[in-house]
């Protein structure tokens, strides 16, 4: 195997870890709270806290997940040129259930980046959705990291 080749699969093994960690963080920012929530305007600072840290690790680990999984398709030794054929190949190995609900992830990630939005009523409903979509993100997270330990022979890493 060449130092190159090596050198990829430690990077992955530790974006691996990075995903599991953030995994479990996400996890548990959206259990803090009783989701769905009537009013971000109306949350307390420790809740609103709660709120902020579940956009972040939700970003987070949508950025982190779709830059592992083209690492996964490349050291595969397939072609990875262009995202759709990485999502492609993650939802024929099983690891997405489909491209769209990933793509539909990802605008969710973008309006996170992206909400300048004042009105509350706009606000909660985004928040709520990015909860009840965490948990396909988790597990998406859990089917990449599987998938990759398994056929990829990658050295365990923690983080």
Do not use: C
Not at 48 to 56: G, K, N, T
Not at 60 to 87: C, F, W, Y
């Amino acid at each position: 195997m060449t130092e190159l080749l090596e050198q990829r699969r430690r990077l992955l093994a530790r974006k691996l870890a990075a995903i599991d960690r953030l995994r479990e963080l996400l996890h548990y920012s959206r259990n803090r709270l009783p989701y769905p929530l009537s009013s971000i305007d109306r949350l307390p600072p420790e809740p609103l806290e709660s709120v902020s840290a579940l956009i972040e690790r939700f970003g987070k680990l949508q950025d982190l997940l779709g830059h592992a999984m083209r690492e996964v398709v490349l050291l595969s030794g397939e072609p990875a040129t262009d995202m759709n054929d990485v999502l492609s190949r993650m939802e024929k190995l099983g690891v997405l259930d489909s491209a769209d609900d990933w793509r539909a992830l990802r605008a969710l990630r973008n309006q996170a980046a992206h909400d300048d939005d004042l009105d509350d009523g706009a606000k909660t409903a985004f928040v709520n959705t990015l909860a009840a979509k965490a948990e396909m993100l988790t597990q998406t997270a859990a089917r990449l990291t599987d998938y990759a330990y398994a056929k990829l022979d990658l050295p365990r890493i923690t983080a």
